[in-house]
DNA sequence: GCCTGTGAAGCTATTCACAGCT
DNA sequence: AGCTGTGAATAGCTTCACAGGC
């Protein structure tokens, strides 16, 4: 048993992500959601929401809406709805970091460039400010407006800005490579696209974004759906 | 109430996706996972695995495994543990359609082709046939070894070829609109990548890989074990 | 009437724990 | 001794249902 091996939730180091008493990794995704909907409802000029509304545009019900903004400790008023300013405040002020946060990608291939325009001056507090790859035909170019370094590069930048996240888009050949590289270099959060699990100490979070996965899943419910269309 | 409101478990459509007695949607996801770290032992040369070695691989538990396998009918020997080559044949026997399955792709911005050079070739019998934008100039070209056509000739492609799953990978504003014409088109599956939640009819399923609010969970995440260390 | 806030209930997914086997 | 298969237990998440308010 090494650093790596899963443990029961019960035995896990204190403190793990989602645990006791914390507000629940599929809450946080949702307040992202929640607050993506509301930005839209605020620039069309809506300033009061009810929970049954976002909860059709979420597509969860109005019951796991009124639970996840209980948990943020927001209220709303029975007649009028939630403030729709005063929600993105507090959604923002419990998920974004107090400061803008650097984040670094690693693996500038088709995907990671596709990565790096899909993200470049989207969000203002949460920007990639630099690309490695150990490529070096890829080195010391800007791609979508990022500049590129070399991985060995990578821990003295990361120290130096105090990186905290890192985005995965190498093959999975190198992924497990490249993620000891940004835990080494100090990264506290992963996203991982290459279709290999990746693990980490107990304090590194990692998130998975398996497309390969993703795909066979609609490919086992889509044919799933047709079968019974089938049978009537 | 539309045919888009969320219903209760309880009363949605008989056979929902995951329901009753069938296997459920995690479920199917890990199948995905082991195939794929499966197919990883059989090239090297491995014919027999325990559950605990998988579930290390997995970043599950071996009770997990065993479960997952049993849902599967499958059984292996206590004292040598599952065979490689059966496990893979009975995974891709519940997972695959009996032939390969044609995708189409919608939207051949800088993600939509990041996706199809990351598909193309990979899986034989899950192929990306055909893209399709609105841009006349992308229109009647190959990109990355894929014909790509107007998406005004969707549904009449889709229709010919049999197609039963499409990828989205069109801007948010234009998401619903291109999910509403695959419906049209026949198709029973899709996979979004853009950031809006698609409604569908009950019977289409639809699979959201939501970029950027997997990065606001690390960010989340990142910054809570930062601070939970600075903490000790 | 129609909303919010929330305790309680219900449901699903995961893990425990151990019989059974070799 | 060490594994599988699985009923039972547990944990976690979502929804129900209703009091309270305007």
Redesign the interface.
Known sequence: MNQ???L?YSQRPE?E?GGNGMIS?RT??RM??YR?MLVDLEEQGVQKVFSHEL???????ASQVRRDIMSLGCSGSPVHGYGVEELIGSISAF???PKP?A?VLVGV???G???L???SG??PN?MIVAAFDSDPQKVNRTISGCPCYGTDELPRFAAQHGI??G?VTVPASAAQAMADLLVRSG?????NFA?A?L?APA???I?Q??????????????????Q??ALR
Chains 1, 2 share one sequence.
Do not use: C
């Open positions: 790596y091996t899963l029961p403190g992500f990794e946080i995704g992202s959601l993506r909860a059709a545009k979420a597509w969860v019900t998920l974004d970091a946060e984040v291939g088709n995907l460039r596709a990565i325009s899909h993200f989207r969000r949460l905290r996240m985005i990264i506290r959060g992963i996203l279709p699990r693990r304090n590194v979070y998130e974004v398996d497309m390969t996965m993703s795909l066979e899943k609609v490919a086992y419910f889509a044919r799933q759906a047709s019974r269309e």
